[in-house]
């Protein structure tokens, strides 16, 4: 059981993917998007990726505001989550990501990755963090 996780931006969408026992999560790639309003290109990677590593399940992180409330960010992963569920015809589960962003800058501090580099894997690491998450959260039995 291989399960993807993603964090969509407005410019950006981060990817990780897990092990086959679904134990650990591993960033992949930042997927750039040329344009908010369009995601032909970056569903088609999406996609590509399923394929890639046999991906059963997918996480996208959903940006709650602080006082549990929705803005237009999570309206925005909602309607990015309806389109991937169904294009890929796999369950797609949202999953709180607040504060994801803060504690991947924080990590890539700490590893000594430069500020100038830190953009472009800012999004992969959270990525990472987000289905991470998903992962700890599950019953040690589901994942066999």
Do not use: H
Request: glycine share 8%.
């Amino acid at each position: 059981m291989r399960i993807m996780g993603l964090d969509f931006g407005s410019r950006t969408v981060g990817v990780a993917v897990s092990d086959m026992l679904g134990i650990t999560a591993q960033g992949v790639e930042t997927i750039t998007r040329e344009e908010e309003n369009k995601l032909r290109k970056t569903c088609a990677r999406i996609e590509e990726l399923i394929r890639e590593f046999e991906i059963e399940t997918i996480v996208l992180g959903y940006p709650k505001n602080m006082n549990n409330t929705i803005g237009d960010r999570a309206e925005k992963t909602e309607q990015f989550k309806e389109m991937l569920a169904r294009r890929t015809g796999l369950p797609v589960i949202l999953w709180d990501e607040r504060l994801t962003t803060v504690a991947s800058e924080r990590i890539l501090m700490e590893s000594g990755v430069r500020r100038e580099n830190r953009k472009a894997v800012i999004d992969k690491v959270a990525a990472g963090l987000i289905l991470q998450g998903y992962l700890d959260s599950l019953p040690t039995g589901d994942k066999e």
